[in-house]
């Protein structure tokens, strides 16, 4: 007896196979998440304990915004979770690569290392707030010109620190752009086409400011 | 992370009260090493009290005819980058700014407060992680640092306890330049000269400074300076930027009539606090400057270091250190 598998059946039984692993792999999430929210209620969204909520109002990219979040929650989950702006990213959680950098007040600085509820009143910019009436920041057009990433998963906090660098004290030479841009660690070593996308800008420097 | 209640307040008074009330109370500035530390739980915390709304953030330059003895006020909640690109911190105190901007990145610098980095813990790999036993984070544990990986430890003011770096910039500039700090707490304020603030680890790694409970850092106080024209801060480290001192060193001098009348040098990333060579200080005195001179008070400057297994290059990294910074203090 020959054992066949017709397409059909064969089609069948991968689904079968993909659905019970997704199952599988959703389970194990879940759970994982579940555990993660008995230790960490900022993990729960809506159900935060009395003891640790807090109501905080403040800017982001020009709209106004009434946030309930955990103390804990820092104000880079708290832009990606709560407010689905997931432009900035998440790289180290520690202060250390620089790829969550937005803006407060005009200042840059690192969004893991700061807890929402300490931003009441802020104005925040954020990379999804560069560009304006559908047009890009020149700096976004220069990352672009000049290939300013691989991966591109640093590139929102680059580019955001770039922006903030046009108004900080730098001096002139491609190195000091690299002093000035050390906070932002790329992984795929971009740098020279960075500092070249920043360059351009600052030699243009029309409308280049937020 | 450990659940927390998060409060804050635009009264020093109302902020000294709830330090002092609440148990396992917590204050927060700039957060760059609060958060941090919260999120590694190395540190927990039930209440976090937020002191950035706090009037104490101005930077004040005082005339040596109107005021004698204090040359600058430097609030508690001045950011760094404030600090460092003040102009007449720059003018005034350059070691200082020079510290500053060798130290973090500019992000971090922009959230860090002065009273916040002079409180900043150390980078020591075993305190960070909650998995492995540390006396400074666990009283008793042990200390793995000691016969473990100790490549960026301390050779000068370690203990059989503890051998943790102090790894601020800024407050080895600040030690250097004679600086106070002022602290309010509920018996009221007093002045501590920040060299004596820091505690060496002795038996005790998990005290780490004067600081008495609900005092707060409320400003840094810098005599007038003679060593504007001639000082230098220098750092070396394993990359050109971002990244914590392997040894840096701030000197300052004041010199007459070509000889030396006053001298400074300061230590970092080799001590277990911001660390002045005295005795290289006094060698200095009375003399020329000269390449031969400062190579000397080089090798002054680390007399009695302890090196470890890994970091016996410390040693003479110290002394170039000290040479080649204050050989660009006298523009050489
Ligand atoms: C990735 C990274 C790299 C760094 N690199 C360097 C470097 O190269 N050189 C360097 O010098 N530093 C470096 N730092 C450390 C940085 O300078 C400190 O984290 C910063 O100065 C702390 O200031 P803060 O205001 O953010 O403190 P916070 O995190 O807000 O507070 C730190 C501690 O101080 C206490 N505190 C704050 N203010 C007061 C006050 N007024 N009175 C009493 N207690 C107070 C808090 O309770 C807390 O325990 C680095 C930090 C990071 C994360
Ligand atoms: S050196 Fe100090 S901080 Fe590091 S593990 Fe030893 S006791 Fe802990
Ligand atoms: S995610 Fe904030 S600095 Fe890396
Ligand atoms: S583009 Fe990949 S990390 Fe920078």
């Not at chain 2, 916040?116 to 200390?143: H, I, L, W």
Request: with cysteine; glycine share 8%.
């Amino acid at each position: 007896m020959t054992y066949k598998i017709s397409r059909r059946r064969f089609g069948q039984l991968a689904i079968a196979t993909s659905a019970l692993a997704a199952l599988y792999e959703y389970n194990f999430a879940k759970s994982n998440i579940q555990a993660l929210a008995k230790q960490s209620p900022a993990w729960q969204g809506g159900n935060i304990p009395k003891l640790t909520k807090v109501n905080v109002n403040f800017q982001v990219n020009g709209t106004k915004q009434a946030v309930e979040v955990d103390s804990r929650m820092s104000l880079l989950d708290c832009l990606r979770e709560k407010l689905k702006l997931t432009g900035s990213k998440k790289g180290c959680d520690h202060g250390q690569c620089g790829a969550c950098t937005v803006m407060v007040n005009g200042r840059r600085i690192n969004s893991c290392l700061t807890f929402a509820c300490m931003h009441e009143g802020d104005e925040i910019t954020t990379i999804e707030g560069l560009a304006k009436d559908g047009n890009l920041h020149p700096m976004q057009e220069a990352f672009i010109a000049h290939d300013g990433f691989q991966c591109g998963y640093c590139t929102p906090g680059q580019i955001m620190s770039a922006v903030a660098l046009l108004s900080e004290t730098c001096g002139k030479q491609d190195s000091d752009v690299a002093e000035c841009m050390s906070g932002n660690i790329c992984r795929c070593a971009a740098y020279p086409n960075i500092v070249a996308a920043i360059q351009e800008v600052r030699k243009g420097k029309v409308n280049a400011s937020l | 992370m450990h659940p927390f209640k998060y409060g804050k307040t635009v009264d020093l008074k109302e902020a000294i009260n709830q330090l002092g009330s609440q148990p396992k109370a917590n204050l927060i500035a700039g957060g760059t090493t609060l958060v941090d530390l919260l999120r590694l739980n190395v540190v927990t915390a039930n209440h976090l009290i937020d002191i950035n709304q706090l009037p104490i953030a101005n930077i004040e330059i005082f005339e040596a005819k109107s005021s004698p003895e204090i040359g600058a006020r430097i609030g508690a909640l001045a950011r760094n980058t404030d600090v460092a690109m003040h102009k007449q911190i720059i003018k005034n105190y350059p070691l200082i700014s020079q510290a500053i901007l060798s130290g973090a990145s500019p992000q971090l610098r922009n959230m860090a407060t002065v009273g916040g980095n002079v409180m900043q813990r150390t980078r020591c790999a075993y305190f960070r992680d909650t998995a492995v036993p540390c006396n400074k984070r666990e009283p008793g544990s042990g200390c793995p640092a000691i016969g473990g990986l100790n490549r960026s430890h301390a050779i000068l003011g370690t203990s059989e306890s503890c051998i943790a770096v102090h790894a601020s910039d800024m407050c080895v500039a600040l030690v250097a330049l004679d600086a106070q700090v002022l602290l309010s707490g509920p018996q009221g304020e007093r002045k501590v000269a920040l060299v004596d603030f820091y505690l060496l680890p002795g038996n005790h790694p998990e005290k780490e400074n004067l600081l008495k409970p609900g005092e707060i850092i409320v400003q840094v106080e810098l005599p007038h300076s003679p060593f504007a024209k001639h000082s230098h801060y220098l750092k070396v480290r394993d990359r050109e930027s971002f990244s914590f001192a392997l040894v840096s060193a701030a000197c300052a001098l004041e010199i007459k009539n070509g000889k030396i009348v006053d001298a400074r040098i300061a230590l970092g990333g080799v001590a277990t606090k911001p660390w002045r060579a005295l005795d290289a200080e006094k060698l200095l005195l009375g003399q020329s400057p000269s390449e031969g001179l400062f190579a000397k008070a080089g090798e002054v400057s680390i007399l009695g270091a302890k090196p470890q297994k890994s970091n016996a290059f410390k040693v003479e990294l110290t002394k170039r250190t000290v040479k080649r910074a204050l050989l660009a203090a006298v523009g050489e």
